[in-house]
């Protein structure tokens, strides 16, 4: 066995054994993976279906045609582009169609639970090649609409991208369609976390209120590394181009050929989201969340917003002194994967948030529920008590060194490889 496939073995082992709780990563089914790790991954396909650049497409087309029929019928939309390679290219993509060098858009903070292609300032091509408009939340980590509509009439953006990474409660869409409207600006509805949820319809759909609707499908959709750029009834309404005006930015604006293996693993987690099966998931995906979320609560841990109502939690760890850097890097000894997050109004620097995020779609699809999250609360909170101590020091320089000294102490910590033991027997019970 070569050294790649010793490793493949060791991520798969290390998958197995552990708590996937990253609320953007799930487990893809076995068919997906096989579309994904196949010799469609050979053929070269610049263009579109019907209008391809190389010869020997017609299959390709067939599968591409089919994941766009298959998403149109699933979120209720007139067009499709399956050709992005992962969410921020689609972003990008949707911003490079709809917009000049210099225009002024708008979105929430990545600190607020937003996305660094929303805008983030300064470091990111939505930041920087366009005057970007931030909006935060209030110190409860709740969105004010009144303070949106109220930025958003004094700024006027040309364009609204609005989506979350980090944000526990349903966006009203309804209320953001309304903005948008009420100055002319496009809205972008970015709901690559929740469109597994939207789709088993335990969180609010976009597309009625949005013109364009994007979105990866490798989270709660559980599918390939990809991504789906939507155009709405809404958005061909406001402009009947748009859907060419998406795809030219796509190809040849931004990207060459597609990656046709992708594509079809697209296809097959459509496929798969059409069954009665999957809307089960996402509900329980929801019931899990909700679960550890109380458990957590009870256990003295600061829940942003104090609940939520999707499939991922952020703990504000300010109340108890502690850096999501040691947090985090003690529940992965312990055999829970989370990860480091900043919090509203956090004033740590991003590298050093002061909070963690986690979610369920990965444990929901190895089929643990409410019985398994307050187990698995009772481990996070017996781990963050015994680091308690371990603070994270003020001076920059000496950081470095401190979660280096802190990785070495805690990968003997008999406590935590204790707790690891014990998740690893439950993953045994639970299996990929």
Request: with cysteine; net charge positive; glycine share 8%.
């Amino acid at each position: 066995m070569n050294k790649v496939s010793i490793l493949i073995k060791e991520e798969e082992k290390r998958q197995q054994d552990t708590l996937m709780m990253i609320p953007s990563e799930n487990y893809a089914s076995k068919e997906v993976r096989n579309a994904v790790g196949s010799i469609l991954m050979n053929k070269y396909s610049e263009g579109y279906a019907g209008k391809r650049y190389y010869q020997g497409n017609k299959i390709i087309d067939e599968i591409e045609n089919l994941a766009i029929e298959k998403a149109k019928k699933l979120f209720k939309v007139p067009h499709v582009n399956v050709q992005p390679y992962s969410g921020s290219p689609a972003n990008s993509a949707v911003l490079f169609a709809l917009l000049n060098e210099g225009d002024k858009i708008m979105g929430l903070k990545l600190s607020s639970g937003g996305h660094l292609t929303h805008g983030h300032p300064n470091i990111t091509f939505s930041g920087k090649f366009f005057k970007s408009i931030q909006f935060g939340t209030k110190d409860d980590g709740v969105i004010d609409y009144k303070v949106v509509e109220k930025l958003a009439k004094k700024e006027k953006p040309n364009l609204m991208i609005i989506g979350t990474t980090a944000y526990p409660l349903i966006l009203d869409w309804k209320k953001l369609g309304k903005i948008a409207d009420s100055i002319g600006a496009w809205l972008v509805a970015d709901i690559s976390h929740v469109s597994g949820l939207v789709l088993a319809g335990v969180y609010t759909s976009p597309v009625p209120f949005a013109h364009i609707v994007t979105t990866t499908t490798h989270k709660t959709l559980r599918g390939p590394r990809g991504a789906m750029i939507m155009v709405t009834s809404k958005g061909l309404k406001k402009d009947s181009e748009i859907a060419s005006k998406i795809d030219r930015a796509v190809f040849p604006g931004l990207q060459g050929g597609p990656h046709n293996n992708t594509t079809a693993g697209i296809a097959q987690c459509l496929i798969e989201a059409e069954s009665k099966e999957f809307k089960e998931y996402g509900k329980q995906i929801v019931k899990n969340a909700i679960s550890l979320a109380n458990e957590l609560t009870k256990g003295g841990l600061t829940i942003v917003t104090g609940k939520t109502q999707c499939h991922l939690i952020v703990i504000d760890l300010r109340p108890i002194g502690l850096s999501g850097n040691v947090v985090a890097e003690a529940l992965e000894v312990g055999g829970i994967v989370v990860n480091r997050n900043s919090v509203p109004n956090d004033v740590a620097p991003p590298f050093y948030p002061s909070g963690i995020r986690l979610g369920t779609p990965g444990v929901t699809t190895r089929g643990m529920k409410e019985k398994e999250m307050k187990l698995i609360s009772s481990w996070i909170i017996s781990i963050i008590k015994h680091i308690k101590n371990e603070k994270l020091p003020i001076e920059k320089n000496e950081r470095i060194l401190f979660m280096n000294n802190f990785r070495e102490k805690i990968s003997k910590d008999k406590f935590l490889i204790n707790i690891s033991k014990d998740v690893k027997s439950l993953c045994n019970k639970f299996l990929i």
